[in-house]
Structure formats: structure tokens, C-alpha cells
């Protein structure tokens, strides 16, 4: 298979370019070579998105295209340079309307109204997945063949955001460990490794369709607890609720002074619980996320510039104490 992957150089994009070379594709890397560099054995096409797309990649045929683009306009351009070939377009679960109704997913969950334009979002976050969803729709309208993934939470090594990052790290060291939320909250994720194994997968079988890229809804303290073990750790849970962590002035989600895989309830209910069978039976892959945090782990460990999000120990102490204080 000829597989032109558009970036190639940073976390899933990357790690789709790897697992398509290990099976013996063809691949280029189309993108400006900024953040990165695209896998061995992966040919690197020079692209600046806000430009023309090159001679080259209108000449050259391809089997299948992979994008994880955000803005419109870079979709569109890419689209209309080829739209022969089949189109994997990575999206969100960030566009769908709904974020507390459970076992949500597509078909069955409204999606946001679509803007076409390309937006800034270091000022305007809530853009994100309305021009994902546009970004949908230009894949649609464009391509012979196409398959739209929503991913949720990516996790694993080589996360550029540091949010799932801070469990592997924190739990390590040990000790009494702050829990957000309730252990009975749902959550969700999917190792990068998985889901690019499943890209390339549907790339292989020009598979169609639109599906959530996630792995089974599962607790967040089993989850937690699988963590652990993926680090060998020895911990002490404290659960606090939420409205002791709003109160502390903790940021949900990720962020310096977060707790990464705590989002409010039941505002986001439906946010970590879709129904991953759809992308199970369509072969989605799932490692247990014991073997997510110990490869995490290590990936940390043998890279020096790895982000790690989420508050420090100091702070943790701190609203752990106060959390103790008010039990008195």
C-alpha cells in the first residue's frame, strides 16, 4: 500500500507512519519537518499546509490518506489535490453536542454546528471541534472513500500533552496518592499504539464508516488501580469529591494546577463513557492499561523534555491535608 500520512512526525501520526513502515508499506510524510522528524524508513515530503499543496503530491498516486488535521481550510486544499484515494480523517469526540448523556457515540449523539473557517484557538478552545466537524464534512463531500475516527483520550509514550503522562509519573513515587471524583466515575481511553494499529488496519481494507476511536468505558478507580500495577506501585487511595477539588481552585482535564482524567459530573457523564463496541467489532484493538503506564513510564524516563502535566506534590500535600482537616 502507498500511504501518504499528512504530519507523521508527532504522537498518533507518528506512530501511524511507524506501525505502516513495520508492515512493509510505503510512506511519506507530508508536513513542514518542524516538530520532528518522520519514522526510518518513512519518506519525508516537505508541505507548509497554509500553502499550495506541492507538484508532487497531486502527481503521485496513493492508496489511502491519514489526517489529523484541525483547521478547514488545510483539509479542503488537501482533498481537492487527491481525492481518488481513500481518506482516514481523525477527529474528536469533541464534536458532539451532548456531553453527559452516556453511551453516546455517532449516529445516535447530535454533533455541533460546523465553522468553516480556520479559527486561533489560543484564544478560542471551544472552536476545536466544530472545525473538526467541518473538517468531517469536507472529507465526506470530497473523497471516493472515506472513514472518520473521534478519538477520545490518546494516551501512552510520546504524549506531547502530558495529561495521562502525570499518572504513570505520580504513581511511581509512591505513597498516599489524591483520586479525584468518585472510583465509580467512567472513564476512557486508548493507547496510541492501538489506535494507529487500527488506522493502519482500516487503511489496508478501505474501511468506511464513521466510529469513535476508544477503547470500553471502564471505572476510574479500576482504571487507576491497573495503572498502579503497571508500575509496580505502592499506594494509598484518597478520594475527594469534586466539589472539595472546585473548591481548592483544581483545574479539571489537564493544565499545571490539574488532575488529569477528572472532569466534572454529571455535566460530562457522556464524555467518558461512549459505546466502544462499534469500534470493537470493527477491530479495534485494546492493550490493558497496566502495559500503557509501564511502557509510559519508561518513555518518561529515557526522554528528558517529556511534558508532564498536572499539579505538583506540594500542592497535592496541600489539598490533601485540608481534605483531612475537614473530615475532622
Given at each position: 500500500?502507498?500511504?501518504?500520512?499528512l504530519?507523521?512526525?508527532?504522537f498518533l501520526?507518528?506512530?501511524?507512519?511507524?506501525?505502516?513502515?513495520?508492515?512493509?508499506?510505503?510512506?511519506?510524510?507530508?508536513?513542514?519537518?518542524?516538530?520532528?522528524?518522520?519514522?526510518?524508513?518513512?519518506?519525508?515530503?516537505?508541505?507548509?499546509?497554509?500553502?499550495?499543496?506541492?507538484?508532487?503530491?497531486?502527481?503521485?498516486?496513493?492508496?489511502?490518506?491519514?489526517?489529523?488535521?484541525?483547521?478547514p481550510?488545510?483539509?479542503r486544499?488537501?482533498?481537492?489535490?487527491?481525492?481518488?484515494?481513500?481518506?482516514?480523517f481523525?477527529?474528536?469526540?469533541n464534536?458532539?453536542?451532548?456531553s453527559?448523556?452516556?453511551?453516546?457515540g455517532?449516529?445516535?449523539?447530535?454533533?455541533?454546528?460546523p465553522?468553516?473557517?480556520?479559527v486561533?484557538?489560543?484564544?478560542?478552545?471551544?472552536?476545536?471541534?466544530?472545525?473538526?466537524?467541518?473538517?468531517?464534512?469536507?472529507?465526506?463531500?470530497?473523497?471516493?472513500t472515506?472513514m472518520?475516527?473521534?478519538?477520545?483520550?490518546?494516551?501512552?509514550?510520546?504524549?506531547?500533552?502530558g495529561?495521562?503522562?502525570?499518572w504513570?509519573v505520580?504513581?511511581?513515587?509512591?505513597?498516599?496518592?489524591?483520586?479525584?471524583?468518585?472510583?465509580?466515575?467512567?472513564?476512557?481511553?486508548i493507547?496510541?499504539?492501538?489506535?494507529a494499529?487500527?488506522?493502519?488496519?482500516?487503511?489496508?481494507?478501505k474501511?468506511?464508516?464513521?466510529?469513535?476511536?476508544?477503547g470500553?468505558a471502564?471505572?476510574?478507580?479500576?482504571?487507576?488501580a491497573?495503572?498502579?500495577?503497571?508500575?509496580?506501585?505502592?499506594?494509598?487511595?484518597?478520594?475527594?469529591?469534586?466539589?472539595?477539588?472546585?473548591?481548592?481552585?483544581?483545574?479539571?482535564?489537564?493544565?499545571?494546577d490539574?488532575i488529569?482524567?477528572?472532569?466534572?459530573?454529571?455535566?460530562?457523564?457522556?464524555?467518558?463513557?461512549?459505546?466502544?463496541?462499534?469500534?470493537?467489532?470493527?477491530?479495534?484493538?485494546?492493550?490493558?492499561?497496566?502495559?500503557?503506564?509501564?511502557?509510559t513510564?519508561?518513555w518518561?524516563?529515557a526522554t528528558?523534555?517529556?511534558?508532564?502535566?498536572?499539579?505538583?506534590?506540594?500542592?497535592?500535600?496541600?489539598?490533601?491535608?485540608a481534605?483531612?482537616?475537614?473530615?475532622?
Amino acid at each position: 500500500m502507498k500511504l501518504l500520512v499528512l504530519g507523521g512526525t508527532v504522537f498518533l501520526s507518528k506512530a501511524v507512519a511507524e506501525e505502516a513502515v513495520r508492515r512493509g508499506h510505503e510512506v511519506t510524510c507530508a508536513c513542514r519537518g518542524e516538530s520532528g522528524t518522520a519514522p526510518a524508513g518513512a519518506r519525508h515530503l516537505t508541505w507548509d499546509r497554509d500553502q499550495a499543496p506541492p507538484g508532487q503530491i497531486a502527481s503521485e498516486q496513493y492508496d489511502a490518506v491519514v489526517d489529523v488535521a484541525r483547521h478547514p481550510s488545510r483539509v479542503r486544499s488537501a482533498v481537492a489535490a487527491l481525492p481518488e484515494a481513500h481518506w482516514i480523517f481523525v477527529s474528536t469526540i469533541n464534536v458532539y453536542e451532548d456531553s453527559e448523556t452516556t453511551g453516546g457515540g455517532p449516529g445516535r449523539t447530535p454533533l455541533r454546528e460546523p465553522i468553516t473557517d480556520d479559527v486561533d484557538l489560543s484564544g478560542d478552545m471551544e472552536a476545536y471541534g466544530p472545525m473538526k466537524v467541518a473538517c468531517e464534512q469536507i472529507v465526506q463531500a470530497g473523497a471516493a472513500t472515506s472513514m472518520v475516527i473521534r478519538p477520545g483520550l490518546i494516551v501512552g509514550p510520546g504524549d506531547p500533552s502530558g495529561r495521562f503522562t502525570y499518572w504513570p509519573v505520580r504513581l511511581a513515587e509512591g505513597g498516599e496518592v489524591l483520586a479525584p471524583g468518585s472510583p465509580h466515575d467512567l472513564n476512557q481511553i486508548i493507547d496510541v499504539r492501538d489506535l494507529a494499529a487500527w488506522i493502519v488496519d482500516s487503511a489496508e481494507q478501505k474501511r468506511s464508516g464513521v466510529f469513535d476511536g476508544i477503547g470500553p468505558a471502564t471505572p476510574i478507580g479500576d482504571l487507576l488501580a491497573a495503572c498502579a500495577e503497571g508500575v509496580d506501585a505502592d499506594v494509598t487511595w484518597t478520594w475527594v469529591d469534586q466539589e472539595f477539588l472546585a473548591e481548592s481552585g483544581v483545574a479539571p482535564w489537564m493544565g499545571p494546577d490539574s488532575i488529569p482524567l477528572w472532569l466534572p459530573r454529571p455535566e460530562h457523564d457522556g464524555t467518558e463513557s461512549h459505546d466502544a463496541q462499534p469500534s470493537m467489532d470493527a477491530g479495534m484493538p485494546y492493550r490493558s492499561p497496566t502495559e500503557t503506564t509501564r511502557d509510559t513510564l519508561a518513555w518518561v524516563r529515557a526522554t528528558p523534555d517529556a511534558k508532564v502535566s498536572g499539579i505538583d506534590r506540594t500542592r497535592e500535600r496541600e489539598i490533601l491535608d485540608a481534605w483531612h482537616a475537614r473530615e475532622v
